[in-house]
DNA sequence: CTACAATGTGAACGCTGCGTCATGTTTTGA
DNA sequence: TCAAAACATGACGCAGCGTTCACATTGTAG
């Protein structure tokens, strides 16, 4: 994680390159990718197009540069949140509290991954979406873990199968964040997560 | 719904139009709308582009005809799935019920709808979306209607906001949808209802 | 059979947007 | 101080797309 020791020069590289990365994110997420131009972005960015095309292959190259860098993120914090030691229900509590912060923190690329992600963008991505998908389907099998030991620990009742679960989870967890997004006064993520778990737990937990 | 005494002419017509919006419904939900072009709608529908023209302004305009004309379909059967006269516990299972029917007797349309409608798709829709939008949030005022109700008659536990548990519903009955739309095999959408609804109803319902 | 209306056709046009490359500018190292 | 390497620039070529329109074909009514 340190990068310090690097040439001058280099590292202005690196500013320039994520500058652009930048502008095109607040612009993708802003209008859909069809309705960018790489002019637009190169324009936004303060560069000429030519040094756009001196960091990213084409279009899509940048915008796959995007998604990577932005999933990853999103993948080791929430793979951490369930590393704690802690027991299931307390690591199901982490994961819906980092999910909300990690989320209000990147709400431009969460905007952008809603547009851009469902269904079959079949030219764009496909082999994108496999990679992104790789650690978001992971996290899944991490989470329907917990639930699996929870079960076996008899802190759980057997309502379902333990990915179907962890699914559920998930998919609440994201109408929760979703609802916040469009009625952030009526309706903000909950700084207790057992605010969201409750609907869940009320009903998983053996009594 | 009866249509049948059109003049001869006409209903070719209108079976033109169909087959045209047919084409494009199979092209967009496959690629995506900005992947397909007129050209290609018209050929695979087997008209020439002038003949698309004559029966959509252009092309934004046959998307909404696509989209108006399905939402409206699944608009009128969650309503009255909704709207029978069963208590609340049933008005329930009818919901999750219909929409496994109606989702599965139109999967591409269901495709096209979650890649396109979510996130700022700024050009294309706005318009078409708040049209789209305002069916499918009429449809979670009645589900949230029935949580209140529910909890009034003390069926329900107060578990939290009518609306955010009829937000959390519908979100779990979409993920375990697309979840037996990517693996049918492992996870298919369960025939009785309860099997999704269990996952609130142990929670909300009063012992 | 004829004239008119309705419907179908596809070549052509204008425009937008991706990606290139010859040229100019800055940095480096000797 | 100077040459070579690295980097930046933006006018241009070119392909693809949406849309139009003058013309052809088919159906209808008198």
Redesign the interface.
Known sequence: MQEVKLPRREREKLRHRRQMLAAALALF???????VSMHEIAESAEFAIGTLYRFFANKEDLYRALMLEHAEKFHEALTKALETPDDEIEKLRHYVRVKGEVFGGNLSFV??F???S???????KARLDEEVRKGYDETLERLASVFKRGMTKKRF?R???P???A??L???V???LL?SLEWPDR?PYPEDPD?VL???????LET
Chains 1, 2 share one sequence.
């Open positions: 997420s802003e209008k859909g990718y069809h309705n905007q952008l809603l547009a851009e469902r269904g079959a963008r079949v030219n764009i009742k309502i379902g199968d990915y179907a679960l699914v559920a998930d998919s609440v994201n109408a929760f609802l309706y605010k409750d609907i869940l737990f009320r009903g998983v």
